[in-house]
């Protein structure tokens, strides 16, 4: 099994431009999240979907959107990126709520 | 809201016991979770906590106290490969996402 799997890995935007981090989890799972993790600021919650056809905020969603495209699919899109948006964002998914797993992350930087 | 506090930083040596701790401030929640992310690498989950008490994981432990809005995790045996971060984590009550504790950096050493 794959697991949570995202894409890009790696990601150089100038201030301005937009792009979509995707995400897709092959475990049935019923919620995905959406995290930014900055040093020393921990993990943050973008985003989230708790079943397919929802979306609900997190605690730092200004400046992005997100679409649950299926039960597998869950993507993030930054519509103009900005350099305050430089980190790396980690999708994650579970399927009642105990433990997560999480893909490998996207790390972004935004020039 | 939640706020979850932990230490920044411990160091230990290997073969050594060490407690990380996560005090809590929060209006009620499912259960305690624990992290564990090498540098570089994925949050990984280690243990959870439904109810008050000690979970034992191998070499792995962790403490829930409600009434003290406290828990630990306890590591035995203390390997180089456990040099990591380690996070605890809380489910609020009535939603169904995960909210992160600042973290703590665990360094060991030989």
């Known amino acids: 099994n794959a697991g949570v799997t995202q894409t890009p890995k790696f990601q150089v935007l100038k201030t301005g431009q937009s792009m979509t981090l995707q995400c897709a989890q092959d475990m049935n799972h019923n919620s995905m999240y959406w995290y930014r993790q900055d040093p020393g600021m921990g993990l943050r919650l973008i985003y989230y979907?708790?079943?397919?056809?929802?979306?609900d905020k997190g605690e730092v969603p200004n400046g992005y959107n997100v679409s649950r495209l299926n039960k597998r699919e869950f993507s993030l899109r930054l519509e103009s990126a900005a350099p305050s948006q430089t980190s790396v964002y980690f999708c994650?998914?579970?399927?009642?709520?105990?433990?997560?797993?999480f893909g490998s992350g996207t790390r972004l930087t935004v020039v | 809201g939640q706020s979850l506090e932990q230490p920044s930083e411990v160091t230990a040596v290997e073969g050594a016991i060490v407690q990380i701790n996560c005090t809590y401030q929060t209006s009620g929640f499912y259960g305690l979770s624990w992290y564990q992310q090498h540098d570089g690498g994925a949050p990984t989950f280690l243990s959870y906590n439904g109810l008050d008490g000690l979970e034992e994981t191998g070499r792995f432990s962790s403490f829930l106290s409600r009434s003290d809005s406290y828990g630990y995790l306890l590591l035995q045996e203390l390997q180089m490969k456990d040099s990591a971060s380690y996070f605890c984590a809380v489910r609020p009550t009535g939603f169904q996402k995960l909210v992160f504790g600042t973290g703590t950096r665990l360094l060991v050493s030989p």
């Open positions: 979907s708790a079943s397919e056809g929802t979306t």
């Open positions: 994650a998914s579970t399927l009642t709520g105990g433990g997560y797993t």
